[in-house]
């Protein structure tokens, strides 16, 4: 939504767009080490996290991000133009990685915009990072910041879906992985050999992760806090077995 800037013309307006523009971006680059649209347009709050989150996820809704940029055209043009002009003057150097999730079989790259546009998909994975730092290094270190670390496995808060491979009807409350964008129940993805360890106990968790050679993390949506909640993961019986043996000794012995 606009502000409202009375007394003020159309310069004044474009001085504080270029001004917030700036903030955000140094903003990022500061956190992040690098900075491109989608992380801008977040800081911003043109582009809400949560949809970055969920879109990160793999949620089915979110087939591109693009759509769920809230801004008009003519101002994301002009965001998009003070970013680069201050790109230029930083001396940042463009750095290009895809934006991805960890799915049992692999990353899989996640697609920004909705008609997979060449151009656009390219814009939008680029990213800029201080030039003394070799193209290697500022790969390395956005793939870190990028790598969904886990498997997300959701359970089902809508009344029942159906697995998109079998058909097995999956009800509500059960777990569910999506693969590009499309539900499939646990033994398809190949996760049904997993046990499920509810969150609480922080270090069974961390060892039955660390022993476990395949995890999921499992989320549910909150309607009241519009987010994902963690709900436990899941792991290998082997690797619970072995954590609840070591946190059993812990326990014993102190
Ligand atoms: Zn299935």
Redesign the pocket.
């Known amino acids: 939504m606009e502000r409202a800037k009375t007394g003020l013309g159309g310069r004044g307006a474009t001085n504080d767009l270029q001004q917030r523009v700036r903030r955000a971006a140094e903003q990022c680059l500061e956190r992040d080490g690098a900075v491109g649209p989608l992380e801008l347009l977040q800081q911003m709050l043109f582009l809400q996290p949560v949809h970055f989150q969920a879109w990160q996820k793999g949620n089915p809704y979110y087939a591109g991000l693009e759509p769920h940029i809230q801004c008009g055209p003519a101002k994301l043009e002009k965001t998009y133009q003070h970013f680069h002009d201050w790109v230029r003057q930083q001396g940042l150097a463009p750095v290009e990685v895809p934006y991805r999730r960890l799915t049992p079989n692999g990353p899989e790259i996640l697609p920004v915009t909705a008609d997979g546009d060449v151009e656009r998909e390219r814009f939008f994975r680029t990213r800029y990072a201080p030039a003394e730092l070799t193209d290697k290094k500022a790969k390395k270190r956005l793939d870190k910041l990028d790598k969904a670390p886990e498997v997300v496995v959701y359970e089902l808060t809508s009344p029942a879906s159906q ?1 998109s ?2 058909h ?1 009807e999956i009800l509500k409350g059960s777990l569910l992985f999506l693969r590009q964008t499309q539900p ?2 646990l ?2 993805a190949d996760l049904d050999q997993l046990v499920f360890l509810p969150s609480g106990g922080t270090a069974l968790t961390r060892r039955a992760r660390k022993y476990s050679a395949l995890s999921a993390v499992v989320v549910r949506f909150s309607r009241a806090r519009n987010r994902y909640e963690r709900q436990g993961i899941l792991v290998t019986p082997d690797a619970l077995a072995q954590a609840e043996r070591e946190c059993g000794e812990a326990t014993s012995r102190g």
């Open positions: 697995c491979e079998c097995a499939l129940c033994a398809c």
